[in-house]
């Protein structure tokens, strides 16, 4: 395959993946950038610093961000444990439960996708794009 012919598969795949995350996401009154937030937060409790740079946003619009967020009960803030200064943000149940509901809408959304690949392929398509991943785009767990 053309490095041309893999941008395009990549492309193609994203903008189906993102209609699918965009009108699961609206459906419960969440962004792209909110679900990623859920997301983020189901395994990990990052600074609010880190949260902002993995996300490429500014302080005050992270804020913003977590704010709405914290008014539907779905996040909180807290001390970090290991300096009181910062602060951290976590998922609360609520915010967890929906983020569970979501995953599972979306993956049965993609279902007839990815069940056009036999088990074998998958497998290989998921090590495959997990190897694409930028590791240092990554937060502490």
Request: charged share 30%.
């Amino acid at each position: 395959m053309t490095s041309d012919a893999l941008v395009d598969a990549l492309v193609r795949n994203t903008f189906e993946v993102v209609g699918v995350l965009t009108r699961i996401g609206a459906e419960h009154d969440l962004s792209l950038t909110q679900l990623r937030v859920l997301g983020i937060l189901r395994d990990r409790r990052p600074r609010m610093t880190e949260l902002a740079a993995f996300l490429g946003l500014d302080k005050s619009t992270l804020s913003g961000l977590i704010d709405r967020a914290e008014q539907r009960g779905l996040v909180a803030r807290g001390k970090n444990a290991q300096d009181r200064r910062v602060v951290d943000v976590f998922i609360t149940p609520a915010g967890l439960e929906l983020a569970e509901q979501v995953y599972d809408e979306v993956r049965r959304a993609l279902t007839p996708v990815t069940n056009r690949l036999d088990p074998q392929d998958g497998d290989q398509l998921a090590k495959l794009l997990h190897g694409l991943h930028s590791p240092g785009r990554d937060l502490a767990p």
